[in-house]
């Protein structure tokens, strides 16, 4: 019989490396830990410390990177972790995460049953799936994998899985665009049109999955986006809406692990979207929803086939979690307003709420579509008179103003950042522009930095049908460093087909 | 006009860091590479060092972990760059990679025509995939969703994306077992009556994917197994046989890289376990191929349908490639042989070929099946004479000779190790063996620290339908360490359907 060990715990020790949001810890493999308990590199490991347990991916460090008696922490499993002076962590393997049997049974086409759906939600929620888990996941549920009643399940798991915010209004307004189509950044317009009509209208936004910015994004260059719930509560209760980051706050924050992965991923599946529009929605606890589908051929939605099959996805399930929606589909050909990328959007939302006349005056035409349809949903008026209210407020500045109000309130408004790196796009021959390519768009704004340099990205300086000369300038890229730029002008220019020109 | 930026390199630092396969970097934030190129936490980024170009995840480090002008390098990164004294790594965005829109087209049911499924495999091969695509990749082709032509095509593009072993023979023999049944080490038993009647049987051999031991983890406990191409040509000219790990070599080295996202997931698909089979075999250099698939409930093929549909897809896609094969089916309703676990399975091939009497006699019945298969695919006998050819050489000591010979030329035979830790599971109540659970029975023994550690495992005490006493030992669980062991208690302790009682 060996005699009982005595629990000696590991200091921990921040390394200062930024994994992502993967939590990372680092033992010697000398360590009595290692070699007692069996752990490799990359096992994963139940970390403790104080009331504190997080499962970590293992790295095995040898050499002297850390003294005997460390644990070595990346920032992910530091901020987890949160430790306190003369804390010593302790190591065990994790229990077996039971839910991934489910999510091998849906590889093999699978049902999967609303328990099995909360079991796989609640462990990826808790951080026990590792990013390889993750992708299966995520492919798994793929090209209309998921059934009705599997969306509905994943929708209801998403939303148990986090925060809600309870409202003391029965009608609490939303909105939601399905992306893919780059700029139409009409949330920042429609919602302070709503609110200056009377609308409780709390947006809460993403940020960028795949697409060059994400409302959060664009807003994050006007005024912070990052508040917890009581000052979100705060700012509503003032301005009657906001609009910020929905992923400071645990909405649906499986959601937010999940997307991380499809980003790195570069994919969307249906059955996900419709889940994290849905369950976003619910736990901000809104009651009455316009979704905005822009359909077109480079698009997220490709056909009006497609567009009324996600519709009836969204309309059903929205039903069997009790909320009421209304879902516009909307011209999907080509970006809404000039700008693609944070700062660029911004701008543009900004002209258009001051009436400058050289706004852009689709991203006018479709907000105004948006707030009417509000307007309509929230029993406030219906078809002309609905639009001229949603306009009135809009001409008469009232709008502009709620949204400085709303941008102090959320913690202080300020100018978009400018980007140092500019080139023009030409035309390589005369002609008419025949298509403009979303996807391609997007890359090439990414490319350039966006989202990540806020004031990267392109200003698109021609509309569908137009007719330009040879050497116009056609876009005009923008990035924070010369690396970035030259990044997005090599692959613009071996993509012709951004801006497809049809010769005369 | 920006100033021509001198080129200069980092210092790359080994950090001593085990990430497992993938290649990470660490660089630090205030590098002026991070701030000039937009780099961020895992951004994946070319490296260039000498002649040297691999991808890596990259870390961002703050704080003093690096000094200025040096680049950390994961254990990894460290043995794929290979630092030279005085070399400077520069780095780059990688280009994109241009198959994963291959691989996102899989996943929404597109086929994949035999160029993409070069263009995958290669930049798989050349490690431009991140572990988050790989499963992406390889859930999209589980369960049935690769079809006869795309399965052909992938074992093409397998073979072709690595080394392949030319041999002056017109017959070079090979044998394989479609896994999913512990134990079942016949081809340490077979390749020695093989070589020993003249054939060539150049065997390459894989680790474990998902079970606790692969024959080239259990032929390392008696002989080296790493070998290059060039000794194991050596090997083979002179012995006629061989038992070495393929995985040293680059056969199908995407096979490999696959193989551990595959065991990451715990899966296994269908279509990826013919392309890896076959181009193994292939690119091993083999003509003649018996395929041994062990059938049962809990077997990796569950039942006679599920064999014959998989004996058709190997069958149509060896006659696609130009390989002659011949299936065997066999019973897999429990554990072929008493050990489970490198050395345990070692000590069985040992009793066997020694022809001790406690030698398990189901093992040594299967191999002399096999062996008598491969005799009559190669035409030197047929039925009856056939088993009696390979029966003599066993019970003759030729195919012991044999073995030691091989592990001699493989690099000198030793003993199998023994664990330090060993505990006796006993039944319940009295009984008959009803069942045995292969796959519970590979956890328990994965959870006593098979593979990796080697003498880990279990011994199986009892048969099917053999009648036990209250307190009889069913299994032997050894381990290297207490943690392990317990570990495996515990695990076998809730799952009392590992060895199934039904009572008198």
């Not at 939303?174 to 009377?198: E, F, Q, Y």
């Not at 301005?239 to 991923?265: K, T």
């Not at 021959?429 to 340099?453: E, M, Y």
Request: glycine share 8%; net charge negative; aromatic share 2%.
């Amino acid at each position: 019989m060996e005699p009982e060990r005595p629990v000696t715990g590991l200091e921990p020790r921040r390394l200062g490396i930024d994994t992502h949001q993967e939590a990372v810890v680092y033992l010697r493999a000398d360590s009595p830990i290692c070699r007692s308990e069996g752990f490799a590199a990359h096992s994963r490991v139940e970390v403790r410390l104080g009331e504190r347990r997080i499962t970590a991916i293992l790295n095995v460090v040898h050499g002297e990177l850390l003294a005997p008696g460390e644990v070595g922490c990346s920032e992910a499993a530091w901020a987890l972790l949160q430790p306190k002076p003369g804390e010593r962590a302790t190591f065990a393997h994790p229990a077996p995460v039971d839910s991934m049997s489910y999510v091998r049974g849906k590889i093999y086409s699978q049902r999967l049953a609303e328990p099995q759906m909360d079991a796989i939600i609640s462990d990826v929620t808790a951080g026990r799936y590792t990013d390889v888990e993750l992708a299966a996941f995520i492919t798994s549920c793929a090209d209309g994998r998921l059934s009705h009643d599997e969306i509905t399940a994943l929708t209801r798991a998403m939303v148990n899985a986090g925060e809600r915010i309870a409202w003391p209004y029965t009608r609490v307004m939303d909105k939601h665009c399905v992306g893919g189509l780059p700029g139409n950044r009409t949330t920042m317009i429609v919602v302070p049109i709503a609110a200056s009509l009377g609308l409780v209208i709390p947006k809460t936004s993403s940020r960028a999955i795949t697409s060059p910015s994400g409302t959060a994004d664009t807003m994050e260059t006007l005024a912070p986006v990052d508040l917890s719930i009581e000052a979100l509560r705060g700012v509503v209760e003032k301005e009657g809406g906001c609009i910020v980051w929905g992923g400071a706050m645990h909405l649906s924050p499986a959601d937010d692990v999940l997307v991380r992965v499809e980003r790195a991923l570069d994919l969307d599946s249906e059955g996900q979207l419709v889940a994290s529009v849905l369950s976003k929605k619910l736990a901000a606890g809104s009651t009455h929803v316009i979704l905005d589908l822009p359909v077109g051929p480079t698009a997220k939605v490709r056909s009006e086939h497609a567009a009324r099959a996600l519709q009836r996805l969204l309309e059903g399930t929205a039903h069997a979690v009790g909320l009421k929606v209304r879902t516009l589909l909307s011209d999907g050909r080509q970006p809404v307003g000039r700008g693609i990328g944070p700062a660029l959007e911004a701008r543009d939302v900004l002209a258009v709420l001051r009436n400058e006349p050289g706004a852009p005056q689709d991203l006018r035409e479709h907000s105004l579509d948006i707030a009417t349809a509000l307007v309509e949903l929230a029993d406030i008026a219906q078809g002309e008179e609905a639009r001229a209210l949603a306009l009135s407020v809009l001409q008469e500045g009232l709008a502009l103003a709620k949204m400085e109000a709303i941008c102090e309130a959320q913690g202080g408004m300020r100018e978009p950042p400018a980007s140092v790196q500019t080139h023009e796009v030409v035309a390589a021959h005369a002609g008419r522009v025949a298509a403009i390519d979303n996807r391609l768009l997007s890359r090439v704004a990414k490319l350039a930095g966006a989202p990540h340099a806020k004031a990267a990205g392109l200003e698109l300086l021609v509309r569908l049908d137009e007719r330009v000369s040879r050497g116009q300038p056609l876009f005009r890229l923008h990035a924070e460093n010369h690396g970035d730029l030259d990044y997005a002008l090599e692959f613009a220019q071996r993509h012709s087909s951004v801006v497809y020109l049809e010769r005369h």
